[in-house]
């Protein structure tokens, strides 16, 4: 009997993590090629899960779930199947676009470093957003390249820019709950709880090359793939000019986010400029 309803049914679980769990990159999915989608939901979806296990089980053994997560994943992957819906729909996507394990092995070793640090110098804060942020984007890519490895070497370093910028950007957004409530600080050399304007203006110059760089990747793009991931790095440009204009105290006491409204103006200046060439 044909895994043809399972495997479409797997599918549509990431897809709900996914549209659940964040509208912007929800977003951004669906303006995507409708080829690409599944597979970028699939890669969401799972990465998701892993997070959520770090961030929010907090009643539970997230060490012991951590590990058997990452025992179920490597399973999933060489065996070709899973019962586990969301470990199914990214095995799916790993091996039909040979996805390089070291990336996946990366990103579980940043969520493994979730759980046992709380500050972070500069080694383990390239690390962490290599594997949590830098990582997800080259598995994506490996998908919008299907096989041309000639381009995907071309636009590997902007898809590492753009992850890390999104990061970046994640953390100001989340200093809130990352530093009150779970007593974290992945910027290092960093005091939230004297956050000075210096320290914030450094970060942000930081981010900001990031940016810069990644917009000339994005603009390389093929039109499957261009306009999705533009309108992503639209919103979070949008974030991260709102936590600009912000100050330190602000930033770490409020968590800043984007109108549905706003997003939609967004979205429709993205597509008029996409549609005329000028992104």
């Known amino acids: 009997m044909s895994l043809d309803l399972y495997n479409d049914t797997c599918r549509k679980c990431s897809r709900l993590i996914t549209t659940r769990y964040s509208t912007s990159f929800s977003l951004g999915i669906r303006s995507l090629h409708k080829s690409l989608r599944e597979p970028v939901y699939s890669i969401y979806g799972f990465v998701r899960i892993a997070d959520e296990i770090v961030d929010t089980f907090h009643e539970h053994d997230k060490v012991v779930l951590l590990i058997e997560f990452e025992e179920d994943t490597w399973k999933a992957i060489r065996e070709g199947i899973s019962s586990n ?38 080694g383990q804060y390239n690390e962490y957003i290599y594997g949590s942020a830098e990582v997800v984007g080259l598995m994506c890519l490996k998908v919008f390249c299907h096989g041309d490895e000639t381009r995907y070497s071309l636009l590997l370093p902007y898809a590492r820019r753009l992850g890390a910028a999104f990061q970046k950007i994640n953390f100001l957004r989340d200093i809130k709950s990352d530093f009150h409530d779970r007593g974290r600080v992945y910027f290092p050399g960093v005091d939230f709880s004297d956050f000075s304007a210096d320290a914030k203006e450094n970060i942000e110059r930081d981010i900001a090359g990031d940016l810069s760089i990644a917009l000339e990747g994005i603009l390389m793009l093929d039109n499957k793939s261009r306009f999705g991931v533009y309108l992503a790095f639209r919103y979070y440009v949008a974030l991260f000019s709102k936590i600009k204009k912000a100050s330190p105290s602000e930033v770490v006491e409020k968590r800043y986010r984007i109108s549905n409204f706003r997003k939609f103006l967004l979205f429709m200046g993205a597509r008029l400029k996409n549609s005329l060439g000028v992104i």
């Open 85 to 122: 819906p969301v470990l199914q729909s990214f095995q799916l996507v790993v091996n039909k676009y040979h996805i390089d394990h070291d990336l996946v092995k990366a990103f579980l070793r940043s969520m493994e470093m979730d759980l046992t640090l709380s500050g972070y110098d500069d």
